[in-house]
């Protein structure tokens, strides 16, 4: 069974830094794509990073872009998403998932999610 558990939420302050972690479970993660998307309150879920398996290519959208930067460690099936610069807007709960590109969208490409973490930003 294919489990993401996502870790490292909490609060910060603005202009602060958070780690989060995704670990996964139930099969190797190597050969996918993986992304983090969030939902704020009252929000859609929406797209916040992806990394390719393939070279290692990184996509962001642009409301993270230059703060954020998504890793993975392979031989730990582990994700991470370094949050730097930290704004009120950022609060959200965070998710990680495999996900893949269709029509110019970035989708959960197994339709599994993990519980998230809660990133709260105080100003």
């Known amino acids: 069974q294919v489990q993401l558990v996502e870790s490292g939420g909490g609060l910060v302050q603005a202009g602060g830094s958070l780690r989060l972690s995704c670990a996964a479970s139930?099969?190797?993660?190597?050969?996918?794509?993986m992304g983090w998307f969030r939902q704020a309150p009252g929000k859609e879920r929406e797209f916040v990073a992806a990394?390719?398996?393939?070279?290692?290519?990184?996509y962001y959208a642009s409301s993270v872009k230059g703060r954020f930067t998504i890793s993975r460690d392979n031989a730990k099936n582990t994700f991470y998403l370094q949050m730097n610069s930290l704004k009120p807007e950022d609060t959200a709960v965070y998710y990680c998932?495999?996900?893949?590109?269709?029509?110019?969208?970035?989708?959960?490409?197994?339709?599994?999610w993990g519980q998230g973490t809660l990133v709260t930003v105080s100003s």
């Open positions: 998932a495999a996900v893949t590109k269709q029509w110019g969208t970035w989708t959960n490409a197994l339709n599994v």
């Open positions: 990394i390719l398996w393939l070279g290692g290519s990184t």
């Open positions: 139930g099969r190797s993660f190597s050969n996918y794509n």
